[in-house]
Every structure is written in structure tokens, then in C-alpha cells.
């Protein structure tokens, strides 16, 4: 083999290694890994069974975690005051999604080309950058995107509200979140089929909750009211 192709060989693995690095890097928010537990993630933030909220239990058990980092007990970590809040998405014990919502104090001020820059510090030069003056045309839910990070099995979106400062970043697992989305529209179908069934249960059992109550008042006071 000649040197020039050794070389060659070489430089492609070098590339490509620093392609599965990026990545990987794509993947993590802070201490915080796509794909990690419920446990994993709580173990972190230190959530209360108050935080956590099941979305759907069936097909699949869709769950969020509720964080603010500002409520933890003990000392505060370092760097974790210009986050306001963040949501972990689960389904079946995996998280897919990270949505991230920035202080508002802390981001006063800065342009949408700084936040730009500031999260191209984390995570490279973006996949699709627009002007710094505007945002992309593309909204969802309520939010314009402003750069996009893209590759292996993470996304990453930068987004501000149309209609305030807030600026938000949303790391999203590739492979998962189509799993959830499914998952969720069949819960929709699910629920709406159920839906009038579960409805008349459960009022059968207020209307039988009530009676039970209005038959011990009466044998009690039956048994204590002298005319």
C-alpha cells in the first residue's frame, strides 16, 4: 500500500471521528443525554413526583418532567441561572426531547445573531443559518426558528417567540420522536374511542359515591335523633 494512500486512509478515519464526536456532542445538553432514563435525568434534577407528568399511558407511556433549576435545593450549580425552565420528554423510559427556556433576564438585550453565536460555542457552526436581522420563515408553535444543528440522530433547534424575548433551544432525538408522535396520535384515537365509556363510568361512580354517602348520613342519623 502506498504512503500516499495510507495517508489518505488516515485522514478519512481522522474525518470521520471527529464527524461521530460532533455528533455525539449533538446528543447532550449539559449533563443531560438523549435516550437517558427517567431515573437517569431524575437523578439530576432532583424532581418530586409533582414534577413528572404522564402524558399517555397507552400505546406507549409518554411522560415530562417539569425542571426549574432556580426551586433545587442545596447550592446552586454554576451556569444553570440563565435557564428558566426545561421539559424532558420520555417515551417508554427514553427521553427524545429537551426543551430549554431561557431567562428572560438574561437574555435582554441580546440579538438573535448573539444567541446564534452563543450556542454555535456549544455545538459548532449551525446547519442553517439565516440573516442575523430575521428569523426563518418556519414557526412552530409560536416560536420562529433561527439556526438549526442537524446530524446523526440529534437536532437541535435555536427558536424565539413571535411575540416576546423568549428564546428557547429544543434537542431532539431523530430515531425517538417519531416513535412518540405516532404514539401520541394513537392515544388521541385511543382516548376519543374510549372517551364516552370512561365518561359514564365515571359519573355511574359519583352518582354511586354520592348515594353511599346520603345512606350512612341518614342510618347515623337515624340512630341518634330523638324527636
Known amino acids: ?12 478515519c481522522v474525518v470521520l471521528v471527529a464527524s461521530l ?3 455525539a456532542e449533538l446528543t447532550r445538553y449539559r449533563e443531560f443525554d438523549l435516550g437517558s432514563s427517567l431515573a437517569a435525568v431524575t437523578a439530576v434534577t432532583k424532581s418530586t413526583p409533582r414534577d413528572l407528568k404522564t402524558v399517555h399511558a397507552q400505546p406507549a407511556l ?11 435545593s442545596g447550592a446552586p450549580v454554576a451556569d444553570r441561572s440563565s435557564i428558566n425552565e426545561m421539559v424532558f420528554s420520555f417515551v417508554d423510559d427514553q427521553l427524545f426531547r429537551m426543551a430549554v427556556s431561557y431567562d428572560r433576564s438574561r437574555t ?19 446547519a442553517d443559518s439565516p440573516a442575523p436581522s430575521r ?7 409560536g416560536f420562529a426558528i433561527l439556526a438549526e444543528w442537524r446530524q446523526a440522530d440529534a437536532h437541535v ?17 431523530i430515531s425517538l420522536e417519531p416513535i ?5 396520535a394513537a392515544a388521541l384515537v385511543i382516548e376519543a374511542r374510549e372517551g364516552p365509556a370512561r365518561e359514564a363510568a ?9 348515594q353511599k354517602a346520603e345512606e350512612q348520613v341518614r342510618s347515623t342519623n337515624m340512630k341518634q335523633f330523638h324527636p
Not at 435582554?108 to 449551525?126: C, F, K, Q, S
Open 1 to 12: 500500500m502506498s504512503i500516499i494512500r495510507c495517508i489518505s486512509i488516515s485522514a478519512a
Open 180 to 184: 412518540a408522535r405516532k404514539a401520541r
Open 135 to 141: 428569523a426563518r420563515a418556519d414557526v412552530e408553535d
Open 108 to 126: 435582554t438585550g441580546l440579538t438573535n445573531a448573539d444567541m446564534i453565536a452563543a450556542v454555535a460555542e456549544l455545538y459548532g457552526a449551525p
Open 202 to 210: 365515571l359519573e355511574k361512580k359519583r352518582a354511586d359515591d354520592q
Open 21 to 23: 464526536a460532533s455528533a
Open 62 to 72: 409518554l411522560q415530562e418532567v417539569n425542571w426549574q433549576p432556580r426551586y433545587m
Open 157 to 173: 433547534a435555536l427558536r424565539r417567540s413571535q411575540y416576546s424575548e423568549l428564546f428557547s433551544l429544543v434537542i431532539t432525538s
